[in-house]
């Protein structure tokens, strides 16, 4: 039993220690390209999913759109750390993600604060807050993808 709660004490002091350090986290460079990827093609789909919504083709059922933002808002977390040093490989991030490190990391922060108001318009079910912030949410991710995304 105290072997036990030994290892167990070890696994919750180096469990942060390893989160912390992306090229722990990813086998490969390619690992990390598709899991980023693949975080922000689901950004894209779960936005796009609030576009009726905005336009107000469809009928406001505040419990399906706060339920797309809340996938939206754990999205928004997740593409950061798989921007590793040493995996730009041949996707279209560009390499001032690395040379500007400070500026994509601003890009991220400002980016979240629109996603964390996006969640409270969400949450207020005022249909003019939602189209409000979600126009934000736009504009932080085409920001970032100005300086950051390479077009092809
Ligand atoms: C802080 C910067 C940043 C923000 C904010 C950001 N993106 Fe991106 N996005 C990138 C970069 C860099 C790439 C290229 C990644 C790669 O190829 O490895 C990318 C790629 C994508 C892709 C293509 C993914 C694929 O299949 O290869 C989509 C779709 C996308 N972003 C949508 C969005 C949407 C929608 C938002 C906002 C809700 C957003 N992004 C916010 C930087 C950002």
Same mark, same amino acid.
């Given at each position: 039993?105290?072997?036990?709660?030994?290892?167990?004490?070890?696994?919750?002091?180096?469990a942060?220690?390893? +989160?912390?350090? /992306?090229?722990?986290? =990813?086998?490969?460079?390619e690992?990390?390209?598709k899991?980023?990827?693949s #975080?922000?093609? +689901?950004?894209?789909?779960h +936005?796009?999913?609030? %576009?009726?919504?905005?336009?107000? %083709?469809?009928? =406001? $059922?505040? #419990?399906?759109? *706060?339920?797309?933002?809340?996938?939206?808002?754990?999205?928004s977390?997740?593409?950061?750390?798989? =921007?590793?040093?040493?995996? %730009?490989?041949?996707?279209a991030?560009?390499?001032?993600i690395?040379?500007? #490190? /400070?500026g =994509?990391k601003?890009?991220?922060?400002k980016?979240?604060?629109?996603?964390?108001?996006?969640?409270a318009?969400?949450?207020?079910? $005022?249909?003019? *807050?939602?189209?409000?912030? #979600?126009?934000?949410?736009?504009?932080?991710?085409k920001?970032?993808? $100005?300086?950051?995304? /390479? *077009?092809?």
């Amino acid at each position: 039993m105290k072997k036990l709660s030994l290892v167990l004490a070890a696994t919750v002091v180096c469990a942060p220690l390893w +989160m912390s350090s /992306a090229h722990a986290q =990813f086998a490969k460079p390619e690992d990390a390209i598709k899991y980023r990827q693949s #975080a922000l093609s +689901m950004l894209g789909t779960h +936005m796009s999913r609030l %576009q009726p919504v905005l336009k107000g %083709q469809v009928a =406001f $059922d505040a #419990a399906a759109v *706060k339920a797309n933002v809340a996938v939206i808002q754990t999205l928004s977390t997740l593409p950061w750390t798989a =921007f590793a040093t040493g995996t %730009q490989g041949s996707s279209a991030a560009k390499p001032e993600i690395w040379s500007d #490190a /400070a500026g =994509f990391k601003a890009a991220q922060q400002k980016f979240e604060a629109t996603v964390v108001q996006l969640s409270a318009a969400a949450d207020s079910g $005022d249909l003019n *807050k939602l189209r409000s912030a #979600a126009g934000d949410v736009g504009a932080s991710c085409k920001a970032c993808h $100005d300086s950051y995304r /390479a *077009k092809r």
